[in-house]
């Protein structure tokens, strides 16, 4: 008789999603994204940071003053980094991020032919860039719901 209080695949993947955001460098947000199909295979996954080759420690990681002295113009975002990590096509896919994607991201993720998007966390839902988000989304057929808490707490000491 097989157990009963195994996780779900959508906790399966957000948890990915999670632990992902851990490799964020950013002080102030670190987010997590994994790209899975329909057959429940991870595809991709991503984190936000700086582009291959760009050293983060060099960046700047702050987020005021002119446009060369933030981290705006140079952190690629989760969502970003695990569609371009992919090997293959994301074509018909899901998406969990552990942050609602911006305006940026979904013209991405609408392109890459993502089908459904699970995010964790909504805090910029009023801004511009996220009433655009969810615009795109809806006249793209992207479908977006919000990961429902529930089950079990996990711990990981690495």
Not at 59 to 66: I, K, T
Not at 73 to 81: D, F, I, P, R, T
């Amino acid at each position: 008789m097989k157990r009963d209080n195994y996780i779900t695949w959508d906790q399966y993947f957000m948890g990915i999603a999670l632990l992902s955001s851990e490799r964020s460098k950013d002080p102030n947000t670190c987010v997590g994204a994994c790209i899975v199909n329909s057959d429940n295979k991870i595809l991709s996954m991503g984190y936000n940071g700086a582009p291959t080759g760009l050293s983060d420690d060099i960046m700047p990681w702050g987020r005021d003053g002119d446009t060369m002295s933030t981290k705006y113009a140079y952190v690629c975002h989760s969502e970003l980094n695990a569609i371009l990590n992919c090997p293959t096509s994301v074509k018909g896919s899901r998406l969990y991020v552990t942050l609602f994607p911006c305006n940026e991201c979904a013209k991405a993720i609408i392109q890459a032919g993502i089908k459904e998007v699970i995010y964790l966390d909504d805090k910029y839902h009023d801004t511009d860039g996220n009433r655009v988000a969810r615009m795109m989304f809806d006249n793209c057929g992207v479908t977006y719901r919000k990961y429902e808490k529930g089950g079990k707490d996990i711990v990981i000491s690495l």
